[in-house]
């Protein structure tokens, strides 16, 4: 079992960067694919990047490509996403998941974390 908790949101101006972290408790941390995905308001949840456990595969949506970096420390139980040139439409609370199957579904969620992006 994993329990996740997002941090590192925040108010940041168009073209500014912000790191996100995911950090998980329980030993079980690197047995997990994790994944970023946010929610705008009046929006469902969409798919923003996903690392394997082992950190060898990775995969962004269309829209972050080139902006967003997922990456992980086992050791730490933590993942992150870096986003930089950061647009007003990335505005939204961004959630990690952790999943047991790479592309299956996700098995655990933290609570989220608020981004806002002024232009």
């Known amino acids: 079992q994993a329990q996740l908790v997002e941090s590192g949101g925040g108010l940041v101006q168009a073209g500014g960067s912000l790191r996100l972290s995911c950090a998980a408790s329980g030993r079980t941390f690197s047995l997990y694919h994790i994944g970023w995905f946010r929610q705008a308001p009046g929006k469902g949840r969409e798919f923003v990047a996903t690392i394997r456990r082992s950190s060898d595969s990775t995969y962004y949506t269309d829209s972050v490509k080139g902006r967003f970096t997922i990456s992980r420390d086992n050791a730490k139980r933590t993942v992150y996403l870096q986003m930089n040139s950061l647009k007003p439409e990335d505005t939204a609370v961004y959630y990690c998941?952790?999943?047991?199957?790479?592309?299956?579904?996700?098995?655990?969620w933290g609570p989220g974390t608020r981004v806002t992006v002024s232009s």
């Open positions: 998941g952790a999943a047991s199957n790479w592309g299956g579904e996700y098995d655990y």
